[in-house]
């Protein structure tokens, strides 16, 4: 079993930065996504994991040993960064066995793995390739298989797509759920992309300034967000987020929202974006700007005066002051 448990971890430089007596679990076999913004502890929370860092307090395990002041090779994991850190004189072949070159893994094993994992992640034409003649799709393939050979039971991933164009990434993003899911390996996966989470993710953890804001599946932090900040993270658009007369925040998702013909919060529509399937379309509501998802083509221009609604079930609250969720007394409109 390779099931990872941080316990009460803290990490600073100085007093600054890092993490602050963060606990989670990433279960055996399951993929966990560390998500947040720049400077949120992400990184920090995975390199303490690989040990990379050390730990001011906490404990970490790996399959039920501590791991916490082991080397990372000690620590019988795999990991991918953000570059691919491809050693440029070798070609596929060599870089993909290089760490099993380094640990005596003998010829015969180290043909029969390189076959295998060069299968896997489609790089068999191309093992005699040096990586200037591979594009970055093909470079991330390369430092995938480099990780997977190591048969490790937990790999290591920070921001691993970040350097590739859109259509990649998604194309990416399908291939590493899928080989996690059939190697069965316990993934750790860090990224500022919640696009990236959401997709891939069996559980989330947001994190904000060092800390966990929120810990649970893509499709409750969506739906449950237990703070204003995760509202606003999670969702394109993000959720809504006004004033509300009774002092708190209210929060609704722009296709929750909906124009009506009469009645309703009044707004002025600011711009609409056409999207294809849908539309987004920015109105001003009492001073605050809301988005409206729509489907297809909208037909609304800037000034135009509507009404808005929504339905009470779909209506999040949130303390002004805190941020945190409120769900009893949803406000009436």
């Known amino acids: 079993?390779?099931?990872?448990?941080?316990?009460?971890?803290?990490?600073?430089?100085?007093?600054?930065?890092?993490?602050?007596?963060?606990?989670?679990?990433?279960?055996?076999?399951?993929?966990?996504?560390?998500?947040?913004?720049?400077?949120?502890?992400?990184?920090?929370?995975?390199?303490?994991?690989?040990?990379?860092?050390?730990?001011?307090?906490?404990t970490i395990t790996i399959g039920g040993r501590d791991v916490t002041h082991l080397s990372p090779a000690e620590r019988r994991i795999s990991m991918v960064f953000q570059s691919y850190a491809l050693f440029p004189h070798l070609n596929v072949a060599e870089n993909i066995i290089f760490g099993l070159r380094v640990r005596g893994v003998g010829r015969a094993e180290r043909d029969e793995r390189l076959k295998r994992v060069a299968d896997i992640v489609g790089l068999s034409h191309l093992l005699d390739r040096k990586p200037s003649q591979?594009?970055?799709?093909?470079?991330?393939?390369?430092?995938?298989?480099?990780?997977?050979?190591?048969?490790?039971?937990?790999?290591?991933?920070?921001?691993?797509?970040?350097?590739?164009?859109?259509?990649?990434?998604?194309?990416?993003?399908?291939?590493?759920?899928?080989?996690?899911?059939?190697?069965?390996?316990?993934m750790v996966y860090v990224t500022h992309d919640q696009t990236e989470a959401m997709t891939m993710a069996d559980r989330v953890i947001l994190m904000r300034d060092g800390v966990i804001e929120q810990n649970g599946a893509p499709?409750?932090?969506?739906?449950?967000?237990?703070?204003?900040?995760?509202?606003?993270?999670?969702?394109?658009?993000?959720?809504?987020?006004?004033?509300?007369?009774?002092?708190?925040?209210?929060?609704?998702?722009?296709?929750?929202?909906?124009?009506?013909?009469?009645?309703?919060?009044?707004?002025?529509?600011?711009?609409?974006e056409y999207l294809?399937?849908?539309?987004?379309?920015?109105?001003?509501?009492?001073?605050?700007?809301?988005?409206?998802?729509?489907?297809?083509?909208?037909?609304?221009?800037?000034?135009?005066k509507i009404g808005l609604g929504w339905q009470d079930r779909h209506i999040h609250l949130f303390e002004r002051t805190s941020g945190k969720r409120r769900d009893a007394g949803a406000p009436r409109h």
Not at 294 to 302: D, K, T, V
């Open 219 to 272: 499709h409750e932090l969506y739906n449950h967000p237990a703070s204003d900040f995760t509202a606003r993270f999670i969702g394109t658009p993000p959720m809504n987020i006004i004033s509300w007369r009774d002092g708190s925040l209210l929060g609704v998702r722009p296709e929750h929202v909906s124009i009506v013909e009469s009645g309703g919060v009044p707004a002025t529509v600011k711009a609409t």
């Open 276 to 304: 294809g399937a849908d539309s987004i379309v920015l109105c001003e509501v009492e001073g605050e700007t809301m988005a409206i998802r729509q489907p297809g083509f909208c037909q609304l221009h800037a000034g135009d």
């Open 1 to 58: 079993m390779s099931e990872i448990v941080v316990s009460a971890v803290s990490k600073t430089w100085g007093g600054v930065g890092g993490v602050n007596r963060i606990s989670f679990k990433a279960d055996a076999g399951t993929l966990l996504v560390l998500l947040g913004p720049s400077g949120c502890g992400k990184s920090t929370t995975l390199r303490l994991i690989a040990g990379l860092e050390e730990v001011d307090s906490g």
């Open 134 to 186: 591979l594009s970055g799709g093909q470079r991330q393939r390369v430092a995938l298989g480099r990780a997977i050979i190591a048969e490790a039971p937990v790999c290591l991933m920070d921001e691993p797509l970040s350097n590739l164009d859109a259509k990649l990434r998604h194309e990416m993003r399908t291939e590493i759920r899928s080989l996690q899911q059939r190697l069965g390996m316990t």
